[in-house]
């Protein structure tokens, strides 16, 4: 193994980052294939080495280099123009891109039935729209920006695939984080190529974000678990948010939280949510959508008005989810819907969602008047489902 005496060689090390493809394209990954027999506290070291050689020579131009990448660009699935156009005009959004999801086979039988299937079906819908969200999310952002992001799935396929390339003079001033940190254990999985890392906290997401975006600034990190006492999070200065959509379902942290030690203080509140959620919300049967009645932005919990048929929840029902939503809320350090609809003024706010659980939660949002987000990904599913709905 090559001893951390010898200096790296920047043209090895530059054709190795930029020759992966963008969900890949990170300092570990170029480490682990220039020594395979490294221990990962050596891995550690190279890649802050690593690090600096992309950003110099690639950014003082010493590095030329050609990347074909054929194989990446067979693997992004088509959109759906018109269904998008359909959308933009119905909910008044600035864009939004519809991802044609029905050429990833549907699991057989209902997820309650069928869970380990329908996790790998909901897995990569979240892959595609999260590389699709990448290529968009580079285009929105510009020069001075300050890129806000939360955490899960989508976000972290999200950052793998942004990129902007070193001859670009328009990287982001600085990425920050939206929300505060809950471990992550459930999704520590190897379904295909792009293995989740153990974190998908927004403080990864955004480190992820600040060498895919070139920012030279440190990012801007919570540093603390969600539950963290007298924290906020500081989002004045963010002009573009990358957030998803969530429905409290599944594989929901917030609704699987036993064991997480950041949210221990909270479990009373998540007991008595779970519990009532899961007697209201209807069962998972059939082709979907599935309907929950709790959603989130950003891990900030807020009660959908009402199903895509038309129907809402009576009304003393209604009011205990919105008081159990408003003390957890309040407990918690996150970004809520207010700040998402101050960063829409100045900015712009993506949003990605998908997975047949979430229809319901996405037509709240989009409903909301000032609006929370600009600009949307979604999967086929969600989008010809919002179309039919009633609830907006």
Sequence with gaps: MQKMTTPLDPCEVSRIFWSLPFEKRQYRVVSERMFPDATPDELTKYDSQIGKLVRQWDLEKKVHHLVVEEALQSRYLPLLPDLEDQIVRRFGLRDVVVVDTTRLRTPSGNPTDNDEEWRRHNDLIHMHLGMWAGRIATTLIRAKDVVGTSGGRALYYTAASCHIPPSSSYFPERVVSLTGQISNRMWQQTNFESIVPPSLDADSIASLLKSALGTTAAPRYVNGPITQPNKRVN????????????????????????????????????????????????????????????????????????ALDGSTLKPAIALRLKGLVQKLNEKMVLTTPTKLAQICQKGVVLAIAGGRHKAAAVAHVLAQRPPWITHLVIDEHVGRHLLQSRAS
């Design 235 to 306: 989002v004045s200065d963010v002009t573009v948010a990358l957030i998803g959509i969530g429905a409290l379902a599944g594989e929901h942290r917030l609704l699987r939280f036993e064991g997480f030690s950041e949210l221990d203080s909270v479990q009373k509140e998540l007991f008595a949510l779970r519990k009532l959620v899961t007697d209201t919300d209807p069962p998972a049967e059939g082709p979907g959508p599935f309907h929950h009645w709790v959603g989130d932005v950003c891990n900030s919990l807020f009660v959908v008005d009402r």
